[in-house]
């Protein structure tokens, strides 16, 4: 309760700062309109329902992407893990293409894919992927060897001490790298929707373009929140509940 | 559950055993031909300094590695890989930090057919009672002791009632007090439910508190020098004068291989 309050006590003293530097002058409404003005857009906004439409544009781009991102990454990197053929081509492919900013794929996927929602999954994907492979494979080499054998002194081998060993002894680096894998699939998308308008939904990117393209500092600032938000409660949605798990049992601090 | 309780030792015949390993150096013989016979129930202690070959005979009546030269029976049939009829005990425990207490007692007990869940969770917490940590089953493993983590992983290799336990080494990272303390839990646990165990130590007084025979071995390359059989009533304690001078004996002895082989 403490530091609920002492949280509350900081981010209420940042929005008095804010109103109180545009209040007095100091920065151009323009530039920067109040809390006041920015909170109005958001009342607006959701009462009309375009800032939750655009939310779950893309939400559902975003969960897609990643889902599909990390389907294919956990079975990749327990394959190179396991294989230096494969560790020696794709876990080498991998490693540079997750150097890559994630943005870097919009263009292809434009051409590829024209504006379409193939082109958003597309990206989405390639933000996750790479990240999530590389972590899968990382877990999986580094676990120590003692797991595997004395899954085997007791009768374990094959699929089972893959899925009852191997798997969850890397998951202290799994989660890790899924995360890693959220936070770039987030990056991307944001990317790709300012970069790219597609007529079949628009997303939060896209609502911040418009706003620039208005020049609605307001609405630029309102949705910026909302992407801030939304990227904190995915946090503590997906992620918290395993990483207290890994707490508790490893007593790692995740 | 009571047939569970019952399956007989195994007798373990080792024949002119060898085996080793390639390095960077070439190859590095770690053990040459072992010859050891280990009776039903019989406890048998492997003393010797590092690179004697010890551990890797343990590895080798495991199934965790192949012999290069000669044979390892177990109750007559040739073993050919890791089964649950022996199971090894390590020197670090080798507990899974992702389950609890319980569950690495069950792990083992899930690869056994012809149990239910029920059954399964009877025969753990039997075995978690024989080591005394019935009250901590739900906790994680990181959250216990040195000794507690090696008695679940005792209850853990004792839980699909192996024919035989391989021990390496299993006490070496535990204080003096933990130690002496599973001596004693050691022996009563024999006692009730009697196996054939190989146990491997560089500790001889340790050696000669648990085993029936212990038996020396040298290094460079590893060989098996001599043999003692100790017959010391039960239960014994470590700080017994009779044990003491047993031991010193047997240091004597392994002092002497150790010296020739260096001056060879």
Redesign the interface.
């Known amino acids: 309760m403490k530091r609920f309050f002492i949280a509350l006590t900081f981010f209420a003293s940042l929005i008095l700062i804010w109103h109180l530097l545009v209040k007095t002058g100091i920065w151009s409404p323009v530039l920067l309109p109040g809390p006041g003005a920015v909170g109005e857009y958001l009342g607006v906004a959701l009462q009309d329902g375009s800032l939750l439409s655009a939310s779950w544009v893309t939400i559902k781009r975003l969960l897609a992407g990643y889902l599909i991102g990390c389907l294919i990454g956990l079975p990749l990197g327990l394959m190179t893990a396991r294989s230096q053929t494969l560790n020696d081509t794709l876990g080498v492919l991998a490693l540079g293409l997750q150097t890559l900013p994630s943005v870097c794929w919009v263009p292809l996927a434009l051409i590829w894919f024209g504006q379409s929602e193939s082109a958003m999954l597309f990206v989405v994907i390639m933000g996750t992927l790479w990240s999530v492979l590389i972590s899968v494979d990382n877990g999986v080499r580094n676990l120590p060897p003692i797991y595997t054998r004395a899954a085997l002194t007791m009768g374990s081998s094959g699929f089972h001490t893959l899925r009852h060993v191997i798997l969850p002894a890397s998951m202290p680096y799994v989660i890790s790298g899924m995360k890693q894998g959220w936070a770039f699939a987030w990056r991307s998308l944001m990317a790709a929707e300012i970069y790219v308008t597609l007529l079949t939904g628009y997303g939060l990117g896209h609502l911040l373009h418009f706003g620039r393209e208005l020049n609605a500092m307001d609405q630029v600032a309102a949705v910026m929140i909302v992407i801030v938000v939304i990227g904190l409660l995915a946090d503590k949605v997906l992620f918290s509940p395993w990483e207290r798990f890994l707490h508790r049992r490893w007593g790692l601090n995740g | 559950m009571q047939d569970e309780l019952n399956t007989p030792p195994a007798k373990l015949h080792i024949d002119g055993v060898s085996k080793s390993f390639t390095s960077k150096r070439g190859k590095v013989p770690a053990l040459e031909s072992a010859t050891l016979t280990v009776d039903e129930g019989e406890f048998v202690c492997l003393v010797g300094p590092s690179g004697c070959g010890k551990s890797t005979l343990l590895n080798l009546v495991?199934?965790?590695e192949a012999p290069d030269t000669g044979s390892v029976m177990m109750d007559g049939k040739r073993v050919t890989g890791?089964?649950?009829q022996?199971?090894?005990m390590?020197q670090?425990h080798?507990l899974?930090?992702?389950?609890?207490v319980l569950g690495n007692v069950i792990?083992?007990l899930k690869?056994?057919p012809g149990l239910n869940d029920k059954e399964r969770v009877e025969v753990a917490h039997y075995y978690l009672k024989l080591v005394g940590l019935e009250r901590v089953m739900r906790a994680?493993?990181?959250?216990l002791s040195g000794g507690m983590r090696q008695r679940v992983a005792l209850a853990?290799a004792l839980a699909?009632n192996p024919r035989v336990l391989l021990m390496d080494e299993p006490f070496a990272a535990l204080d003096a007090m933990t130690r002496e303390q599973l001596y004693a839990d050691i022996q009563r646990i024999n006692q009730a439910r009697q196996r054939t165990v190989l146990f491997v130590t560089h500790n001889v007084r340790e050696a000669v508190c648990l085993g029936n025979r212990v038996i020396l071995f040298s290094p460079n390359p590893g060989r098996i020098r001599e043999q003692f059989v100790v017959d010391l009533p039960r239960p014994r304690d470590i700080n017994d004068p009779a044990l003491a001078g047993l031991a010193g004996e047997i240091t004597r002895a392994l002092k002497g291989h150790t010296r020739v082989q260096s001056a060879e």
């Open positions: 495991a199934g965790l890791p089964g649950s022996r199971m090894v390590f670090e080798a899974f930090p992702w389950l609890d792990f083992g690869l056994k994680s493993i990181h959250e853990r699909p």
